[in-house]
Structures are given as C-alpha cells and as structure tokens.
C-alpha cells in the first residue's frame, strides 16, 4: 500500500491506528515526492499554456494539452491522498519503536 498506513501498525487504547516514527517518516517522504512529482506536471502545462496564441489552438496541440490536464489531475490527485494520510499520522501522533 504506497500511500496507506502499513499492514501491521500499532493501535492506541481507544482501537485507532498509530504509526511508528519510521512509517510517519515514510508518509512524510511520500507527500514530498508526491508534491514534487505534481509541481512538474503543473509546470509541464504551464509552459504548454504559454505557448498558446490568439488562434485556435490546432487539434494535436489541443489533444496534447487535454492530456497533460489529466495527468497534471491524477499527480494532484495522489498529492493530496499522500498528504491527508499525513496530516491524519500528525494528528494522532506516532510512537516510537526499534
């Protein structure tokens, strides 16, 4: 599971999953790659849109364009699963193991 809490994780008293500091520390580096990895799809259609002219764009450019807004999409879509995965590990802490 890439972005989810591990198979075996700790439980606190009231039956809610804990992480250790390893697994946070892993949710973390997901959620930074996962960022990095939408922040270049955002400038790959940024660039695409800077290029456009007052025409109509031809329909390659316009296929092209519907598609990296899909993956530009899809690479948001995984940042903010990593992030909220994240974000849900801090609020309720982790415990430290060996």
């Known amino acids: 599971m890439p972005f989810g809490f591990p198979s075996e994780t700790a439980f606190s008293f009231t039956g809610i999953p804990k992480v250790n500091h390893k697994e946070f520390m892993d949710l973390h580096t997901s959620c930074e790659t996962s960022m990095r990895s939408y922040f270049v799809e955002v400038e790959k259609s940024s660039t695409m849109l800077a290029e456009c002219t007052p025409k109509p764009l031809p329909l390659r450019k316009r ?36």
Request: proline residues 0%.
């Open 63 to 98: 296929l092209r364009l519907a598609s990296q807004g899909i993956i530009e999409h899809a690479a948001h879509l995984t940042y903010l699963s990593a992030k909220s995965l994240l974000l849900r590990a801090a609020e309720l802490g982790y415990e430290f193991s060996d």
